[in-house]
Antibody
Framework: QVHLVESGGGVVQPGGSLRLSCAASGFTFSNFGMHWVRQAPGKGLEWVGLIRHDGTNKYYGSSVKGRFTISRDNSMNTLYLQMDSLGAEDTAVYYC??????????WGQGTLVTVSS | DIQMTQSPSTLSASVGDRVTITCRASQSIFWLAWYQQKPGKAPNLLIDKASSLQSGVPSRFSGSGSGTEFTLTITSLQPDDFASYYCHQYNSMPFTFGQGTKLEMK
């Protein structure tokens, strides 16, 4: 069955960088676009971005555009989120989700990123 | 960016009640989804394309609307339905979510 597992979260200082990974299994990864969505503690969902199945097109939310980069390695069935210039407002649980059309179907369980000195 | 405004932010209801959550978009959209989220868990897709119920989702959930106003209706609330609900427009980039509605037990 479809399985998505995020990793790479942790504590990072303001201004720092972090790379998240999302390991996919149970489906043909190279056939599907992938989303990143985040949720600050006690807050609502925020769309971070989308990468198309072949990595040719990437789209970002307004609050992360220019600081975050989505990439993928279809040979490794892995999605990435490179996060630079991190601030306290980026503290959140980060989820990866499989795209169905441009909506989503399956989600991972998330990885927590805390930006703090 | 398209702003998605949900109302109410909090809704108190009882088992067996019928409830409606509204989502308004700042401009006309076609593609809208609804998610349910329970504490500590990932969101679960209930409805996409505004009214298409996902496989395995109980028929007491329904979605409707078009243009700038959409609704999620739950008929005959069950204990398992008390959770947070989010609308999500995937019509125009960047995609955006509503701020959420917390459905609480009265």
């Amino acid at each position: 069955q479809v399985h998505l597992v995020e990793s790479g979260g942790g504590v990072v200082q303001p201004g720092g960088s972090l790379r998240l990974s999302c390991a996919a299994s149970g489906f043909t990864f190279s056939n599907f676009g992938m989303h990143w969505v985040r949720q600050a503690p006690g807050k609502g969902l925020e769309w971070v971005g989308l990468i198309r199945h072949d990595g040719t097109n990437k789209y970002y939310g307004s609050s992360v555009k220019g600081r975050f980069t989505i990439s993928r390695d279809n040979s490794m069935n892995t999605l990435y989120l490179q996060m630079d210039s991190l601030g306290a407002e980026d503290t959140a649980v980060y989820y990866c989700a499989r795209a169905r059309g441009d909506s989503t179907d399956y989600w991972g369980q998330g990885t927590l990123v805390t930006v703090s000195s | 960016d398209i702003q998605m405004t949900q109302s109410p932010s909090t809704l108190s209801a009882s088992v067996g009640d019928r409830v409606t959550i509204t989502c308004r978009a700042s401009q006309s959209i076609f593609w809208l989804a609804w998610y349910q989220q329970k504490p500590g868990k990932a969101p679960n897709l209930l409805i996409d394309k505004a009214s298409s119920l996902q496989s395995g989702v109980p028929s007491r959930f329904s979605g409707s609307g078009s243009g700038t106003e959409f609704t999620l209706t739950i008929t005959s609330l069950q204990p398992d339905d008390f959770a947070s609900y989010y609308c999500h427009q995937y019509n125009s980039m960047p995609f955006t979510f509503g701020q959420g509605t917390k459905l609480e037990m009265k």
